[in-house]
């Protein structure tokens, strides 16, 4: 099984995608959003250090501009845009600004976000015809159950479409009240054709939604900061040979620009897992683009 030595650095990554004969990489988990908002996430980052244990510098912190050019540079042919409401009321501000983002720059998924709230089955709707692309909910920052009442005519709206919806449920890097897989299985069995995509292969209950992606056809995971140095204490191999057996349905995602080491070192963690140049193709590129229609 051929395994061609992940990248490094930044600088590595076009020449490394340029081995496997891929046509640049697919980051279903980047970030851009409103600058007031992300200013104050880069803030709760800034202090997340007592709360993990270690501190968790931005490496990219940057302005929109310089960090198109970056991921351009680096050979991201595509990427989301994600924001998350985090309370009501904020939902459709930030999506308003992210229809501004994804018009003025074409490689990016139109994105989108949702909140539990009265009227965030008409703004969805709204958001599907306008042609949003992927959605993004975090439980976790967000403080709500995926199986809240108020999210059925979303789900049942984003289930219809076939839109994704990248989905932050795993209980990392903090637990929340409602984090986990339970609630998100409960969700699934009202709307079984959902097409999720489980951010950071729900770390740390990994071994939980694999298990619900493999029960569900239309259920995917991102590699989003697993496997990376970064959590030396919290890597999940245990369900390594199980994202092989799922490898059509594994995309690859960053966090960028949040993260707290250099781009290229998740795909280099990626590699190092000695999955194959065939694995990695799927992950870094295939997946992505079969799953958004975009060569």
């Given at each position: 099984?051929?395994?061609?030595?992940?990248p490094?650095?930044?600088?590595e990554l076009?020449?490394?995608?340029?081995?496997?004969?891929?046509?640049?990489?697919?980051d279903?988990h980047?970030?851009?959003?409103?600058p007031?908002?992300?200013?104050?996430?880069?803030?709760?980052?800034?202090?997340?250090?007592?709360l993990?244990?270690r501190?968790?510098?931005?490496?990219?912190?940057?302005?929109?501009?310089e960090r198109?050019?970056?991921?351009?540079?680096?050979g991201?042919?595509?990427?989301?845009?994600?924001?998350?409401?985090h309370k009501?009321?904020?939902?459709?501000?930030?999506?308003?600004?992210?229809?501004e983002f994804?018009?003025?720059?074409?490689?990016?998924?139109h994105?989108?976000?949702?909140?539990?709230?009265p009227?965030?089955?008409?703004?969805?709707?709204?958001?599907?015809?306008a042609?949003?692309?992927v959605?993004?909910?975090?439980?976790?920052?967000?403080?709500?159950?995926?199986?809240?009442?108020?999210?059925?005519?979303?789900w049942?709206?984003?289930e219809?479409?076939?839109?994704?919806?990248?989905?932050?449920?795993?209980?990392?890097?903090a637990?929340?009240t409602?984090?986990?897989?339970?609630?998100?299985?409960?969700?699934?069995?009202?709307?079984?054709?959902l097409?999720?995509?489980i951010?950071?292969?729900?770390m740390p209950?990994?071994?939980?939604?694999?298990?619900?992606?493999s029960?569900?056809?239309h259920?995917?995971?991102?590699?989003t900061?697993a496997?990376?140095?970064?959590?030396?204490?919290?890597?999940?191999?245990?369900?390594?040979?199980?994202l092989v057996?799922?490898?059509?349905?594994?995309?690859?995602?960053s966090?960028?620009?949040?993260?707290?080491?250099?781009?290229a070192?998740q795909?280099?963690?990626?590699?190092?897992?000695?999955?194959?140049?065939?694995?990695?193709?799927?992950?870094?590129?295939?997946?992505?683009?079969?799953?958004f229609?975009?060569?």
């Amino acid at each position: 099984m051929a395994q061609t030595p992940g990248p490094t650095t930044d600088a590595e990554l076009p020449g490394y995608l340029e081995a496997l004969g891929l046509p640049g990489l697919f980051d279903v988990h980047v970030h851009f959003m409103h600058p007031n908002v992300l200013a104050k996430v880069w803030a709760y980052f800034d202090s997340a250090g007592p709360l993990l244990g270690r501190p968790w510098p931005v490496t990219y912190r940057t302005s929109d501009a310089e960090r198109v050019a970056t991921l351009r540079a680096m050979g991201v042919r595509h990427y989301s845009a994600l924001s998350y409401a985090h309370k009501p009321g904020v939902a459709t501000f930030m999506n308003a600004w992210n229809d501004e983002f994804a018009a003025q720059h074409p490689e990016s998924l139109h994105s989108a976000t949702f909140y539990p709230e009265p009227d965030a089955g008409e703004y969805v709707a709204a958001a599907l015809e306008a042609g949003v692309e992927v959605f993004k909910a975090h439980v976790q920052v967000g403080e709500f159950a995926p199986d809240d009442p108020l999210l059925d005519p979303v789900w049942a709206a984003l289930e219809a479409s076939g839109t994704p919806i990248v989905l932050h449920a795993g209980s990392g890097p903090a637990p929340g009240t409602h984090t986990g897989s339970a609630p998100v299985r409960r969700v699934l069995e009202r709307f079984g054709d959902l097409r999720l995509v489980i951010a950071h292969l729900g770390m740390p209950e990994c071994g939980e939604f694999v298990q619900l992606a493999s029960e569900h056809p239309h259920v995917r995971l991102d590699t989003t900061m697993a496997f990376v140095d970064f959590w030396d204490d919290r890597q999940p191999f245990e369900v390594v040979d199980r994202l092989v057996e799922l490898q059509d349905r594994v995309l690859f995602g960053s966090d960028f620009p949040n993260i707290p080491y250099v781009y290229a070192h998740q795909v280099e963690a990626l590699a190092r897992l000695g999955l194959g140049d065939d694995w990695m193709r799927d992950v870094l590129w295939h997946n992505g683009s079969t799953l958004f229609g975009r060569a």
